[in-house]
């Protein structure tokens, strides 16, 4: 099957013609394309998950997201690797904003509730908004 697109110049009687479908560079573009639009939906549906789901534990590790910057064009996002009690690890996907707010660091005990307005948040440390907010004036 092959796709021809017809471009016209002016008054001129003279057609351009780009054969579309059939071409390896289409090829390679509907294979980024695809691949693209792939690790965006499987990164955004990680993104939603972990920001919705509860979770707790102590971060074993923080490792950066190639993927995300990838797709996203963006470094700063961020797996913090939790061992939860039950002693499974799990992987969770943070901003590294919202992890440096809340002074989040390997060692760690984390909690998360469910929903997506809680953060994860150090079990017995002050977040920085709370240092500021307790300051003297």
Known sequence: MH???HFCRGS???IWRCRLIGSPLSLCLTLLAVVSLTGFVVLAGRWIRDGYLPYEGQVVAIKSSRMAWLVFESGDLE???VRTPEGHTISRLVSSEVRSRQ??????YV?????FGSQVRPRDKLTTQEILDG???
Do not use: I
């Not at 002074?103 to 760690?108: I, L, T």
């Not at 909690?111 to 929903?115: A, C, D, P, S, T």
């Open 111 to 115: 909690v998360k509730q469910r929903g």
């Open 135 to 137: 300051a003297p004036r």
């Open 3 to 5: 796709t021809t697109l």
């Open 12 to 14: 001129s009687d003279r």
């Open 79 to 81: 797996y913090l690797r």
């Open 103 to 108: 002074r989040v660091r390997v060692g760690d």
